[in-house]
């Protein structure tokens, strides 16, 4: 039970025992998250892959103490040994980002002879530089995110359509054209 003030209310301050037991675990990593955020539409409406997104960012958040957001990585590998499909990493992270949850400070990739992994942050929990939580999710609603979805969709069909014109083998082909069938028989870019 929580203790009492003088007058026999309750302080909800937590007894010993009750820390010991409705508390987090004892020398184990734990973060919060609030109601507010796993019932609002942004939460509801993620994909399977993005909360796994979610689930990993919020792993190596632990790992790191809670003092690395926005330095957390998360490289494909790493993200398909957590279950993620690799053809739709991408697209989770697109959704992460717009649904506000994850914030992408760094994009990596494969440029120029480097091999940089992208760098994350999780929106809903203060930054590295003990910034406050941006908290973008908040702003997104229903429609917000039916109208994206939808737009998604729609590409997601165009490419499709467009994989499914493309011709396939050795149909490409390099026109030569001979010297002699260029007009006035001159070369091309001459003067």
């Known amino acids: 039970m929580a203790g009492h003030n003088r007058k026999g209310r309750s302080t909800s301050a937590w007894t010993a ?80 980002v ?13 440029w120029s002879d480097t091999n940089q992994p992208s760098r994350y942050c999780i929106t809903f929990y203060a930054d590295k530089n003990g910034n406050p939580a941006t908290n973008v999710w908040k702003g997104k609603t229903s429609e917000d995110i039916a109208a994206w979805k939808q737009d998604r969709m729609k590409l997601k069909q165009i490419k499709k359509a467009r994989k499914k014109n493309l011709i396939r083998g050795s149909t490409s082909r390099t026109t030569v054209v001979r010297f002699s069938e260029l007009p006035d028989g001159k070369r091309a870019g001459a003067l």
């Open 98 to 110: 717009f649904l506000g949850l994850v914030q992408v400070v760094f994009e990596g990739g494969r």
């Open 17 to 96: 025992k009750e820390k010991k037991t409705f508390g987090p675990p004892k020398d184990a990593p734990w973060i919060w998250e609030t109601t507010e955020m796993k019932c609002s539409p942004a939460w509801q409406a993620m994909s399977i892959n993005t909360r796994r997104l979610i689930d990993f960012l919020e792993v190596e958040h632990r790992n790191h103490a809670g003092r690395e957001n926005g330095n957390l990585i998360a490289t494909y590998d790493q993200l398909v040994d957590f279950g993620l499909s690799r053809s739709e990493i991408r697209s989770a992270i697109d959704e992460a």
